[in-house]
């Protein structure tokens, strides 16, 4: 099994540009799940989706992010416009089912906002 | 809402010391607990987990740790450390029967050789 995919790995781009995060969970796996970790913040939770829906997206911090998950194998997360404090990594996670309740983490996009 | 707490947020050790890391948690209802570690430039893999049964629980790398739930805690143990243990260490915490995981905000772990 080849893991959560993410790509891609490291983005550098200029204020004010688009931003597009791509991840692959798990075959099989139900859930994904997005995340932005900084130094100041940590780990937050942004949104999640079961069966490609989403669930719950509170941690979404403006309009300026949006996620979508098309299909079961690949999700979004953009950023539009981009703003330097922004700059975080973000990870994706995928979990099997309701009943295993362990997350499956990706490699993470590094994101620089200049 | 669930938090969880580390109180710790930079531990400098020796290698062969022992390590206790600690995370609280605030809500009191039944409750899964994991430890993940996030190794430098690397994601977060899982150390170990709680659902039920044992409170003591045994992980990868000689890591274990203990959910005592009348102190909202689980911290993490190793009794010896390795240089190869310095990394990010996580605590997370769900409600039963929601799928959010709630992290700390992680302790930095640092082994002098």
């Known amino acids: 099994d080849a893991g959560v995919i993410q790509s891609p790995r490291h983005e550098v781009t200029e204020m004010g540009q688009e931003v597009t995060l791509r991840c692959k969970p798990i075959?099989?796996?139900?859930?994904l799940f997005w995340y932005r970790q900084t130094m100041m913040r940590g780990l937050e939770l942004l949104i999640y989706?079961?069966?490609?829906?989403?669930?719950?997206d509170s941690g979404m911090p403006e309009d300026r992010f949006s996620a979508k998950m098309p299909n079961a194998s690949f999700s979004t997360l953009k950023i539009q416009p981009s703003e330097p404090r922004d700059s975080a990594v973000y990870f994706c996670?995928?979990?099997?089912?309701?009943?295993?309740?362990?997350?499956?983490f990706g490699p993470g996009t590094r994101l620089t906002v200049l | 809402a669930q938090s969880v707490s580390q109180h710790n947020h930079h531990v400098i050790l020796s290698e062969a010391a022992s390590l206790e890391l600690g995370c609280n948690y605030s809500?009191?209802?039944?409750?899964?607990l994991f430890w993940y570690v996030q190794y430098p430039g690397q994601h977060l893999q899982l150390l170990l987990k709680?659902?039920?049964?044992?409170?003591l629980v045994k992980g990868i790398k000689g890591f274990e740790a203990e959910f005592i739930k009348s102190k909202f805690s689980f911290n993490l143990r190793k009794p010896s450390v390795q240089w190869s243990d310095t990394a990010e260490y996580f605590c997370?915490?769900?409600?039963?029967?929601?799928?959010?995981?709630?992290f700390g905000t992680g302790t930095r772990l640092t082994i002098i050789p």
């Open positions: 809500y009191g209802g039944t409750v899964n």
């Open positions: 997370a915490v769900s409600n039963f029967g929601n799928e959010k995981l709630t």
């Open positions: 996670a995928s979990r099997p089912d309701s009943t295993y309740n362990e997350q499956f």
């Open positions: 709680y659902f039920s049964g044992d409170p």
């Open positions: 989706f079961n069966n490609n829906v989403p669930i719950d």
């Open positions: 075959s099989g796996h139900d859930y």
